[in-house]
């Protein structure tokens, strides 16, 4: 039966029912998606603040380089939930066009993440920058566990 069409068993006409459930999906994916950023960029700030601080009074290169990096990353994550957020409010056209784009984003997102890692690891190879090494490491870890999570969840919602 072609989409738009009234189904068999009376209720919603076929496809419409898909379409208002690809729209709730994508609004739950980026509300949770969005809070999960917001909260990590939160963390990731403050927490590198601190870490900075203590690593300044420590003279602790290690501190230092982990505190720069998580909060440099909070920093980012926060302007990226900032512009996701207002994203968020435009209406939606094709639901399921945006799911797919969605999870395109988040898939791409996941292979830059594992770029990251890679340059986590060459980094770690330079004297004086294993802080920075593993701050980057440490947010490369935890956007690659949120952005596939969060694709497994659309690709799972997709194929029920």
Not at 114 to 128: I, N, T
């Amino acid at each position: 039966m072609e989409r738009g069409h009234a189904s068999p068993a009376g209720g919603h006409p076929v496809g419409v029912s898909d379409e208002l459930s690809d729209l709730r999906l994508l609004r739950a994916v980026r509300a949770d998606l969005t809070r999960h950023l917001v909260a990590w960029g939160v963390s990731s700030l403050v927490g590198g603040a601190v870490l900075l601080g203590v690593g300044a009074s420590r003279r602790s290169r290690v501190l230092t380089g982990v505190g720069r990096q998580a909060a440099a990353w909070g920093a980012v994550d926060l302007v990226i939930a900032g512009v996701g957020s207002a994203s968020n409010r435009r209406p939606v056209v094709d639901a399921p066009r945006a799911v797919r784009s969605l999870y395109r984003l988040l898939a791409v997102n996941a292979v830059l993440d594992v770029g990251y890692l890679a340059g986590a690891a060459l980094l770690a190879r330079r004297p004086g920058r294993e802080g920075d090494a593993l701050g980057v490491a440490v947010q490369a870890l935890a956007l690659l566990v949120l952005d596939t999570g969060h694709a497994a969840r659309l690709r799972r919602a997709r194929r029920d």
